[in-house]
C-alpha cells in the first residue's frame, strides 16, 4: 500500500527534506523517506498498521517531531505533518465506559527552547489546544495539567508536565482519527495524530 503526504513548517511552507520514519512499537526505524523539493514523500509499505509515523527537519536545531500513532496502512492514506518548535508525544485516547460523551486525550508537550537549556520539564506554556476527530473540529471541555514521573539517563527521578484533556463527542462517534493541535505563547505550533484501529 502506500503512504503519502506533504510537509511544511507552520507558515504553510512546503520543506524539502524533511525525514518521515515508520516505526515499530520499540521505534526501530521499519520505512523511511525523504521529501523532494515541494515537501512530497511517498512510501510504498506492506498492507498493515503501523505503531508510530515521525515527520521531521532540523530536528533540535529548529524544530520538534510531529507523531501520529497506529497508522493504518491497508489502503492509500495521505498524512500531512505540519512541524514547528513544539512537540506532541505519547498522546493516547479513551472513551470512559459508563461515562459522558466525552474523549479523554492524553500528551506530554515538549518545546525547543527549553530542550536546549536542558531542563527537566520541557512542557511548553500552551495557550491554545484545537482537536478535530474525524475531521470534525471538537469542543475541548476540560484542560488538566498532570506531573508524569520519569527517569533521566543516570536513572534519577524527576517529573514533567503533561495533559489530561476531555473534548466533545457525539454518542453515535466511534473515531477513527484524533488530530491535536497546540499553540504556546510564542504562536509556536506542535501537531499529533492518532488512530484508533
Known sequence: MVLIGYVKDKNGKFLDGAYIYL???NFNDLYTATT?????????????SYPFFVAVKDY???????????????EKIQIDAEIDELEIYAMHAFIEKGG??????????????????????????????????DGKECSVLRINKISKYLKDKKGEELSCTSYLIEVEREKTDLWKRIDVKIWDDEDHIGNAILFNN
Open 60 to 74: 533540535a536545531q529548529k524544530n520538534l517531531e510531529f507523531w501520529g500513532q497506529n497508522i493504518p496502512v491497508c
Open 23 to 25: 516505526k515499530d512499537e
Open 36 to 48: 523532494d523539493e515541494n515537501g512530497y514523500y511517498e512510501l510504498n509499505v506492506p498492507d498493515r
Open 100 to 133: 459522558l460523551p466525552t474523549i479523554l486525550i492524553y500528551f506530554r508537550p515538549m518545546a525547543l527552547e527549553k530542550f536546549k537549556q536542558g531542563l527537566s520539564d520541557i512542557c511548553p506554556n500552551i495557550k491554545n489546544i484545537q482537536v478535530f476527530t
